[in-house]
């Protein structure tokens, strides 16, 4: 049992009502952070990217049309790219063949081998 959260009442057999007050909080709060689907169609799109990562955004970057048209700008835009996170604190990292996530300074991508996600 979790926690004990997931109760039943033994004497009724029925599952206990918890609840728990949560403050909210001012939805015009600079505390949001903004999470950003682009393509990468160009060579050129990198600067774009790149400011979107320092402005303090989470770019999730589609790559699959560059890497179709000319595999080897889209090595050189990852470079960039790869360059420019390290250069700022930040993160990238590639997920499945056609995307890549770049994270600014703040924020970091969370790696685990399979071995380390296996319980038990």
């Known amino acids: 049992m979790v926690l004990g959260l997931f109760k039943k009442d033994e004497a009724t057999g029925e599952m206990e009502d918890n609840f728990i007050e949560v403050d909210q909080i001012d939805s015009d709060s600079k505390l949001r952070i903004n999470v950003r689907i682009e393509d990468l169609e160009d060579y ?5 990217v790149q400011k979107l990562v320092r402005d303090g955004n ?4 589609k790559i699959k049309t560059l890497r179709e048209k000319n595999i080897g700008e889209l090595k050189r835009a990852v470079q960039k790219l790869r360059k420019g996170s390290i250069a700022m604190g930040g993160d990238i990292v590639g997920v499945d063949d056609n995307f890549l996530v770049l994270c600014p ?9 399979p071995e380390e996600m296996k319980v038990g």
């Open 44 to 48: 050129r799109d990198v600067e774009t």
């Open 58 to 61: 989470i770019v999730f970057l």
């Open 105 to 113: 300074q703040f924020a970091r991508v969370f790696r685990q081998s």
